[in-house]
């Protein structure tokens, strides 16, 4: 059966996504500081950059890392996330995910803007563009998962719309233990949650904390 | 050397202290959530209860709950944590916590009120009542403690003061895996504190993840 996954990142504070971008530094500090023991995982270094040498870590941060691509049939996605508002005028801009996009599914994205046709990619990745509710995109996406599950990818406001309308069966936060003080917040509006699903945390060699919410 | 430590209680959303009491209620409902893994152990029965039968949990939750009472030589509060705000015009008012308050030792209480005499109470414990900076009444009990730790009790506000002066050496946070979305907030204004504090984190079995910086 089809479950409704999410991973993110968050901060012992709660921040999940940052907000310290510059035009010097267009990813800020932040996000690096958030995602460093994710982007030292084995999985990380095959799966995003490219390198087979085998290097990189296997603990229980990578077991998290490979879980994330694995059973997947269809994502969702916010329009930002897609890099929609990044080049809005420009009908021909494929978003930020490069020519072979990670995902190799049908992809949802979300958005108010005005009706787009498919935009198919290389390796199985075809961008959908829907102004639509949560519950009838992930209708849609789980006819097109096929069995398989639906990944709501981010960002956090779309996530955070999934989780207050009770569509989200599994929420695995990799949680580092820093604190930000700035960025987006992720638990807001989200009280009783552990009420609907039961939580279980483990504590990873880097001590990234992770959190996860199923039922 | 005397360190100065602070144990806490926080959900995962990172509120410390709980803002749903009523008149019928004066405790609320999310403190007891808060508090339920430390209610549940053999220590919290013994110390707080007076139960020796024995009963409670004695995993890691009790570990901490018992290292809690160990090693303290003087105490500091703020005047809420006492109760010198809820009958501030009796004179006779001697604070919550009954005739034989539970620290043993010196308390130093934050207040910005009138000054009080000294309160000897049974069992060691004397409220002292001062006026002055978080440096100052640390430099005071530290030399009351007389080698032994100083604990910072509470409530939030007082922590978060004596923290964000970097007054403080270790901080344990008994994190409840539950999402609160009310409360005071722990940890706002104190981004980096794992730049001078080294973070180490577990799970108990009940689900509780605790978080402790040290320096």
Same mark, same amino acid.
């Given at each position: 059966?089809?479950?409704?996954?999410?991973?993110?990142?968050?901060?012992?504070?709660?921040?999940?996504?940052?907000?310290?971008?510059?035009? $010097?530094?267009p990813?800020? $500090?932040?996000?690096?500081? @958030?995602t460093?023991?994710?982007?030292?995982? *084995?999985?990380?270094?095959?799966?995003?950059?490219?390198? =087979?040498?085998?290097?990189?870590?296997?603990? @229980?941060?990578?077991?998290?890392?490979?879980?994330?691509?694995?059973?997947?049939?269809?994502?969702?996605?916010?329009?930002?996330?897609?890099? @929609?508002?990044?080049f809005?005028?420009?009908?021909?801009?494929?978003?930020?995910?490069?020519?072979?996009?990670?995902?190799? =599914?049908?992809?949802?994205v979300?958005t108010?803007?005005?009706?787009?046709?498919?935009?198919?990619?290389?390796?199985?990745?075809?961008?959908?563009?829907?102004?639509?509710?949560?519950?009838?995109?992930?209708?849609?996406?789980?006819?097109?998962?096929?069995?398989?599950?639906?990944?709501v990818?981010?960002?956090v406001?779309?996530?955070?719309?999934?989780?207050?309308?009770?569509?989200?069966?599994?929420?695995?936060?990799?949680?580092?233990?820093?604190? @930000?003080? *700035?960025?987006? *917040?992720?638990?807001?509006?989200?009280?009783?949650? $552990?009420? =609907?699903?039961?939580?279980?945390s483990?504590?990873?060699?880097?001590?990234?904390?992770?959190?996860t919410f199923?039922?």
């Open positions: 059966m089809t479950r409704v996954r999410i991973d993110l990142f968050a901060s012992l504070d709660g921040y999940a996504s940052t907000t310290d971008a510059t035009d $010097e530094n990813m800020g $500090e932040d996000w690096g500081r @958030l460093s023991a994710y982007a030292a995982t *084995r999985t990380f270094r095959q799966r995003v950059l490219g390198d =087979t040498s085998g290097a990189g870590t296997t603990g @229980l941060d990578d077991q998290h890392a490979a879980a994330h691509f694995e059973g997947i049939g269809a994502e969702i996605m916010g329009a930002a996330m897609f890099g @929609l508002h990044s809005p005028d420009d009908p021909d801009w494929k978003g930020w995910w490069g020519d072979e996009p990670p995902f190799g =599914t049908p992809v949802y979300l108010h803007t005005a009706p787009r046709d498919p935009i198919p990619m290389q390796g199985g990745t075809t961008f959908h563009f829907r102004s639509t509710t949560p519950a009838d995109v992930l209708a849609e996406a789980t006819g097109a998962a096929g069995g398989l599950d639906v990944r990818g981010g960002g406001s779309t996530v955070r719309d999934f989780l207050r309308a009770g569509l989200v069966d599994e929420l695995h936060v990799m949680t580092a233990p820093i604190v @930000l003080g *700035r960025g987006t *917040r992720l638990w807001d509006d989200l009280r009783g949650l $552990e009420l =609907t699903h039961t939580v279980h483990e504590v990873a060699d880097s001590g990234t904390i992770h959190v199923s039922r």
